[in-house]
């Protein structure tokens, strides 16, 4: 969420700078937030979580010096070298004091997550209306809706005390993972430099794969496809497309990749990549 806000702050005109603000304000609430997560984390959150590389990569220290570099907004690259510090644990570790903590951030995120939520829609709506330009696809501003909503409805389950059985909701979730998937082949495709000519053809033929892979994992749900079969075919695209992120990424730091794309957002997709084959792997067992 604060990279959304990031991308957001990124992208306004200087005639909208008052939604500049906006953005920056809630980047900073974001950072503030998350930075009281992992002060609580270490020893507690999964192993299987922090070496995921959906936390971070061997690249997001360099991608937010890089952005930071480039756009002069200052990234607290210190959260990430909590992160990068922090153990492992296990669920019955925890206690009394952190579930209370816990609880209290969730409560938090819920209240701040919501706000970010109207406020993309407010975006989104102004520029489909033709009342406000920003270098942000609308597609784009749809997509970190729809991301926000997700994880909101996350977090509101827990604060409810139900388990969240991500099993359970297995079909669902690679629906809606495969459509990310497409969407930022798709924005990668939209943001390299016409003569890419490579990279944009390996772009768009990702963004056609997860196409086909979103519309059979809906097709599933009507039990007309195997799920087993679906998750197979996502597990290998997107380890495929997480090559592709990872390489682009590091190119970007290099500077040997042409593009108005800012680093921060090659780390970003290719750790929401990371994230959603963790889960692919859970379905799969």
Not at 5 to 19: C, I, K, V
Not at 66 to 95: F, K
Not at 206 to 211: C, I, L, R, T, V
Not at 231 to 257: H, Y
Request: net charge negative; aromatic share 10%.
């Amino acid at each position: 969420m604060k990279e959304h806000s990031f991308f957001l702050e990124l992208g306004f005109t200087p005639r909208d700078g008052n939604y500049t603000q906006q953005a920056d304000i809630f980047r900073r609430e974001f950072d503030r937030l998350l930075w009281d997560v992992v002060s609580l984390s270490n020893g507690v959150v999964s192993s299987e979580v922090l070496d995921s590389g959906e936390v971070f990569t061997q690249y997001t220290l360099n991608a937010e010096m890089a952005s930071a570099y480039y756009t002069g907004i200052q990234i607290p690259t210190d959260i990430t070298r909590a992160e990068m510090n922090l153990m492992g644990g296990r669920a019955q570790d925890r206690n009394n004091w952190i579930d209370q903590s816990v609880y209290h951030i969730n409560q938090r995120a819920i209240e701040l997550i919501s706000a970010l939520i109207q406020f993309k829609s407010n975006i989104l709506s102004n520029v489909l209306a033709c009342k406000m330009f920003t270098v942000n696809y609308p597609l784009l501003i749809d997509h970190i809706m729809r991301e926000a909503k997700l994880y909101l409805s996350m977090v509101q389950h827990l604060q409810s005390g139900e388990e969240f059985n991500i099993e359970s909701e297995a079909l669902e979730q690679e629906a809606f993972w495969n459509r990310i998937m497409a969407e930022h082949a798709k924005f990668i495709r939209g943001l390299l430099d016409p003569t890419e000519n490579d990279l944009f053809n390996m772009a768009n033929d990702f963004g056609n794969e997860f196409d086909q892979l979103t519309e059979e994992a809906i097709a599933a749900m009507d039990h007309t496809i195997p799920l087993d079969q679906i998750t197979e075919d996502s597990l290998e695209a997107t380890r495929a497309i997480r090559d592709f992120k990872a390489q682009g990424t590091q190119g970007l730091l290099e500077c040997q990749v042409k593009s108005i794309i800012i680093p921060l957002l090659g780390d970003h997709t290719l750790r929401e990549a990371n994230h959603f084959l963790r889960l692919l792997k859970i379905f799969s067992k």
